[in-house]
């Protein structure tokens, strides 16, 4: 099974208007951590936020934020007042906390996001 | 205050050439992760290191594929007798030397683009 769902290959947004990017997780551990990431065309990844599955409010930073679903395992990440520059492909991804494997991430497919003027 | 180095950004080999790729992790990191990206396709988890020691490799290929964390220098991720199915983006990332709770994001270099001809 997936541990990472990214629904959306693709999304377009107006300039100025906010946008939801899916993500659900499978997992059986009760500790984990849920995180976003954004990669430009340039290819690098940038790190956005991160959600940790005790934490009771939603992560928050900027513009972004997750808006974690626990009991429907999702991790959807609110970008708001699109800009252009935010156009990318984003990926969300998950940290199980078993020991060794903190260092871990599972990735999802990416969602290709474009901010249209 | 450098970040993840990474070298090569680009490499181009041929079909049976060695293809070695470095990663010199943050100031004061002492682990680093090899993540590798098919095209199209999410970052998949390789091999997970500590200085002079190989800590999680569950996500290596079993065969022509190796990597490295020195006492000293760079972690090197080594592909021998590459095909053309290797050709991906390898991303190396680092963390502190003991993550604090689940939080801390990995801090990923601009990854190493390997061709195979």
């Known amino acids: 099974a997936q541990k990472i769902t990214q629904t959306q290959p693709g999304m377009f947004v107006q300039e100025k208007e906010a946008v939801t990017l899916d993500c659900t997780y499978d997992?059986?551990?009760?500790?984990?951590?849920l995180f976003w990431y954004k990669q430009p065309s340039s290819g690098e990844m940038i790190f956005l936020i991160y959600?940790?599955?005790?934490?009771?409010q939603n992560a928050t930073e900027g513009r972004y934020s997750l808006n974690f679903q626990k009991a429907r395992k999702s991790a959807n990440l609110v970008i708001s007042a699109s800009q252009l520059g935010d156009s990318a492909m984003y990926f969300c991804?998950?940290?199980?906390?078993?020991?060794?494997?903190?260092?871990?991430?599972?990735f999802g497919r990416g969602t290709q996001l474009t901010v249209w003027p | 205050n450098a970040g993840v180095m990474q070298n090569p950004r680009h490499l181009v080999r041929r079909r049976g050439q060695e293809a070695r790729l470095r990663c010199s992790p943050m100031?004061?990191?002492?682990?680093v992760y090899w993540y590798r990206q098919l095209p199209e396709e999410g970052l998949k988890f390789m091999v997970y290191?500590?200085?002079?020691?190989?800590?999680?490799e569950s996500g290596m290929p079993k065969e022509r594929f190796s990597a490295e964390f020195p006492k000293e220098g760079p972690s090197i991720l080594r592909i021998q007798q590459v095909v053309r199915g290797d050709s991906a983006a390898y991303f190396c990332?680092?963390?502190?030397?003991?993550?604090?709770?689940?939080?801390?994001?990995?801090?990923f270099g601009e990854g190493s683009r390997l061709t195979v001809l």
């Open positions: 990332a680092s963390s502190e030397q003991v993550p604090r709770r689940m939080t801390g994001e990995l801090f």
């Open positions: 991804a998950m940290r199980e906390g078993r020991g060794s494997t903190l260092g871990r991430l599972y």
């Open positions: 959600q940790g599955s005790y934490d009771e």
């Open positions: 290191l500590q200085k002079e020691n190989i800590i999680d």
């Open positions: 997992t059986s551990d009760q500790s984990y951590g």
């Open positions: 100031k004061g990191h002492s682990h």
